[in-house]
DNA sequence: CGAGAGTTTGAGGTGATTCAAGCCTTGTGG
DNA sequence: CCACAAGGCTTGAATCACCTCAAACTCTCG
């Protein structure tokens, strides 16, 4: 968040993402939950002496960071550099493989961010994100049902309209 | 960089920052040194062995990786929420606070980057970058000389132009 | 001196924002 | 069972920031 209000959403974290900064006392994020959700928490302490005791522990932390930061910079190109039409896609395609990852073709699914969440998320205002919907609905890329509810009928087609040929 | 030739610059390095991925084969990322540069490459192989042999590597890498994903983090707020102007000023300030540690006040640099590397690096185009350039010029956040050679006289003042109070 | 790359500047166009109104959906109390 | 309030979402009109296209300028190097 900047000083006036402005923020910016960096991640999402799915199941069972790690959550959280070993070694290091101060971060200036925070998380929120968009969703119900189950958390198993240990105290600092405990995970760095678990990470000094276990084999192969920070070398998985190590993996997941390694993966984070490669996300996080695949979505700054998103950030800097798409229109908001493609932002949107991009953001549709990314929940669409998370969350229904069989199903290539024809999957379906519950957003689990409100459209402030998703503008939060895209560097775009509500208004934007909801006009941009309607046109790829218009477009017959996705169909929505009560604002939440997702349907794509052809995942590629999404992915064109996210900009990744 | 996408298909049609947008490109995004997703970070920096300066020495003595470590570059690569272990663990992995591919990315989607290349990387160009903007100024001579003195660079040790190790084999793929002789890392992970390393990183296998001696205690500690792995927690210096995990650390750095740690810290790059908060860089990330930071520099996605920067390209999703903060106006031309801020862009370019963070930049600045970036830049500033790398190339001449010491000196908090009235630090002098030249910009390792063209006009263009820093369009691609902030999301913003050549012509944008220059513009806000010559206003925080005429503003005397800063100095110009020879298009490369920059003086900052109050990086406190530069720090409030990047949206940072 | 001339060529070329890099940069600046201007004019005009456009995509996203802003501000404002209206519309659903859901939950609450009469 | 029906107001009705409230939050979330959509839609419209006008504005603005940034982009696009084009031209001119500057610096460097042969």
Same mark, same amino acid.
């Given at each position: 968040?900047?000083?006036?209000? @402005?923020?910016?959403?960096?991640?999402?974290?799915?199941?069972?993402?790690?959550?959280?900064?070993?070694?290091? +006392?101060?971060?200036? !994020?925070?998380?929120?939950?968009?969703?119900?959700?189950?958390?198993?928490?240990?105290? +600092?302490?405990?995970? #760095? +002496?678990?990470?000094?005791?276990?084999?192969?522990?920070?070398? =998985?932390?190590?993996?997941?960071?390694? =993966? #984070?930061?490669?996300?996080? +910079?695949?979505?700054? !190109?998103?950030?800097?550099?798409?229109?908001?039409?493609?932002?949107?896609?991009?953001?549709?395609? !990314?929940?669409?493989?998370? %969350?229904?990852? #069989?199903?290539?073709?024809?999957?379906?699914?519950?957003?689990? !961010?409100?459209?402030?969440? %998703?503008?939060?998320?895209?560097?775009?205002?509500?208004?934007?994100?909801?006009?941009?919907?309607? =046109?790829?609905?218009?477009? @017959? &890329? %996705?169909? &929505? #049902?009560?604002?939440?509810? &997702?349907? &794509?009928?052809?995942?590629?087609?999404?992915?064109?309209?996210?900009?990744?040929?």
């Amino acid at each position: 968040m900047m000083a006036d209000g @402005r923020q910016q959403i960096v991640g999402l974290q799915f199941a069972p993402d790690f959550l959280g900064r070993p070694f290091s +006392r101060e971060s200036s !994020l925070t998380a929120e939950a968009a969703t119900t959700t189950e958390i198993c928490a240990f105290p +600092r302490a405990a995970i #760095e +002496r678990m990470i000094a005791d276990t084999p192969g522990l920070e070398h =998985k932390l190590y993996g997941q960071s390694l =993966k #984070e930061l490669d996300e996080a +910079r695949d979505w700054m !190109l998103t950030l800097g550099r798409k229109t908001a039409r493609e932002k949107v896609a991009s953001f549709l395609h !990314l929940i669409a493989t998370h %969350i229904d990852p #069989e199903a290539d073709d024809g999957c379906t699914f519950d957003l689990p !961010l409100s459209r402030a969440d %998703i503008a939060d998320f895209l560097g775009l205002t509500i208004e934007t994100v909801s006009r941009q919907m309607t =046109k790829l609905r218009k477009d @017959r &890329v %996705i169909l &929505v #049902e009560n604002n939440r509810h &997702v349907t &794509v009928p052809d995942i590629e087609r999404l992915n064109e309209a996210a900009g990744n040929d």
